[in-house]
């Protein structure tokens, strides 16, 4: 945003204080108010409408930065467990950690997840310039990875290690049928932590890779 000020009497067309100007030029039309001898604006600059998409892509960024936010430390509450846990054995203690672990894995690793890749084409709609960055493009190609490695290798084996951990405990399977049935990616689960680092410095840095983008 742009203003122009005109001190009172030093200019030699007072006479257009206290009046609006139009100004207009290819593709943009603008209404500036020129204070008055007292000091006081009075009109305001048009057109208001702009700022709507501006506040669009900033409640975007927030969310998508959130969500990265919330996947890396769903992630890192997902590692914990499992390392700090109770071992693998048919006890209460473990089904109430594998329960624990595949409640982190819906209600926050895979929730947020959907926050990052909604909110990340969103931005992309909303604010053209993205469109001809490579680095946006880039986070697009990671949202696909971080979308197949959570449904994959996080949120599925969560649910079906928390399903074995219940049948066992209930007789209804061996231990080495539980042993068969658990299993922790933690290649992916770096790989999602990592790519969540990712996604949060990109988001703050935002590298001109293609060329400047206009805030």
Known sequence: MYALALAPGGHKNDELCGHDVRLTCPGVEATIGIAGPAGEATGPIAPEAQTGPMNARKFLKILHTTGSFGMAGGIIAYMFLVQYGPELAVSADYVNLREAIH???????????????????????????????????????????????????????ARRAAAAARDALEGEMTVEGLEAAVRDHWGALWMLLALSVVNVVLAIWRPRMLRPIKD
């Not at 947020?112 to 890749?117: D, E």
């Not at 310039?129 to 490579?134: H, R």
């Open 103 to 157: 409640l982190a894995s819906r209600w926050v690793i895979t929730p947020s997840m959907m926050f990052v890749m909604v909110s990340g084409l969103l931005a992309m709609a909303v604010h053209h310039p993205f469109q001809n960055a490579l680095w946006v493009w880039s986070k697009a190609l990671m949202g696909l990875l971080i979308f197949e490695a959570v449904l994959a290798s996080v949120d599925g084996p």
